[in-house]
């Protein structure tokens, strides 16, 4: 009989563990080999990126869902700004951070616009987009798109 076995039968490591360390350790091992590294078929879900769709007449505010780096926000026009550059305002409302905004450009003659960010983001964080100045352009649609760990 192998100790793991008998310390399990007889409730050892609950005797001297809470309940909650010991179901983490569980939840670890399942994530973690013996060597310490990471299976990456378990891993990889929690490395795709997240990505918030906002189209012309939708509700402006997404809840961020997992907390992580605002890397890109993407922009698309139906008719690009062409009395000018047209802006896009990201606002980002965090009951840790307070409110934070970030324009975003699209040059006029501009019917696609991708802006690399590094913003961080908390799960809980309301993510807004709202288009401050037009210049012509319209049928707007922005993506952004939400990293684990970084760009």
């Given at each position: 009989m192998d100790a793991e076995r008998i310390f399990r039968e007889i409730g050892l490591a609950e005797a001297l563990m809470p309940r909650a360390t010991l179901r983490q350790m569980e939840a670890v091992g399942r994530v973690i080999d013996p060597t310490g590294d990471i299976d990456p078929r378990k891993a990889d879900p929690f490395r795709t990126p997240r990505y918030l769709d906002y189209a012309v007449g939708t509700t402006p505010y997404q809840r961020a869902g997992r907390a992580g780096?605002?890397?890109?926000?993407?922009?698309?026009?139906?008719?690009?700004?062409?009395?000018?550059?047209?802006?896009?305002?990201?606002?980002?409302?965090?009951?840790?951070?307070?409110?934070?905004?970030?324009?975003?450009?699209?040059?006029?003659?501009?019917?696609?616009?991708?802006?690399?960010?590094?913003?961080?983001?908390?799960?809980?964080?309301?993510?807004?987009?709202?288009?401050?100045?037009?210049?012509?352009a319209s049928g707007l649609s922005t993506s952004l798109t939400i990293t684990i760990g970084g760009i």
């Open positions: 780096t605002l890397a890109l926000v993407s922009v698309r026009c139906s008719t690009a700004p062409n009395t000018g550059d047209a802006t896009i305002m990201v606002t980002i409302e965090s009951q840790i951070n307070g409110t934070e905004t970030y324009p975003v450009t699209v040059p006029q003659g501009s019917a696609t616009w991708d802006e690399v960010m590094a913003v961080p983001v908390n799960a809980t964080d309301w993510i807004g987009v709202a288009v401050t100045t037009a210049n012509g």
